[in-house]
């Protein structure tokens, strides 16, 4: 059983396109994150939902909107896409707030080009 | 200053051998953990160590929280351990601090 699934896991897309990342878990959770992965495997906390409640929004361009229609679920829809925004995205959940054990998704690589 | 930091960047050894990774970190950070992220970019959690010592398998991690310090031991070391070993802990906005990570090859 997958605890934290994400989709899809590879995304190609052009310049100015407006996509989603999609998130799951399984385990429970009240607390939901998204991370962004760079080139130099640096890992930035985006956003963080607590119970489908916005807890953490990192200085991260309004095109980013999260969205979470229930605790099990938190996902991540980007506009207007740029070269920049090419990075791995990751999907974390843990039982509560507050920098507790966290467990992560297997990723999201999206390449802009 | 740096809040978590970890040590060495880089190694490389010889499959059987034994590591010790780092990972210091500044009193606003606590609730330790280590994650290893696999050569196909999957993050599994390895150990929640806020301080003591645990074992699974091969691993064991032990935290010294009153000198601001873990260790992650890998033991009889296989390729399948290559990868990238990050440390971080919760800071004061209780969100996750990360470590730069090690970078560790095992040659067969």
């Known amino acids: 059983d997958t605890a934290v699934s994400q989709t899809p896991k590879y995304l190609v897309t052009q310049m100015g396109n407006d996509k989603s990342i999609k998130c799951e878990q399984n385990?429970?959770?009240?607390?939901m994150y998204w991370y962004k992965q760079d080139s130099k495997k640096f890992l930035k906390i985006m956003f963080s939902y607590n119970n489908k409640e916005l807890i953490i929004n990192e200085t991260v361009p309004n095109r980013f909107s999260p969205k979470s229609p229930d605790k099990a679920h938190l996902n991540l829809h980007i506009n207007s896409l740029e070269l920049g925004d090419s990075a791995v995205y990751f999907c974390?959940?843990?039982?509560?707030?507050?920098?507790?054990?966290?467990?992560f998704g297997p990723g999201t690589r999206l390449t802009v080009t | 200053g740096i809040q978590v930091e970890q040590s060495p960047p880089d190694l490389i050894l010889q499959e059987g051998a034994n590591s010790t990774l780092r990972c210091n970190f500044s009193d606003s950070v606590n609730n330790l953990q280590w994650f290893h992220q696999n050569p196909w970019g999957q993050l599994i959690n390895l150990f929640y160590?806020?301080?003591?010592?645990k074992q699974n398998g091969r691993l064991s991690a032990t935290t010294v929280a009153t000198e601001r310090y873990s260790l992650l031991y890998i033991s009889s070391s296989q390729t399948t351990d290559s990868g990238v070993y990050f440390c971080a802990g919760r800071g004061s906005n209780y969100q996750l601090i990360w470590g730069a990570g090690t970078k560790l090859i095992i040659k067969p």
């Open positions: 160590i806020p301080s003591g010592t």
């Open positions: 974390a959940s843990s039982p509560r707030t507050g920098g507790y054990e966290q467990y």
């Open positions: 385990l429970g959770h009240d607390t």
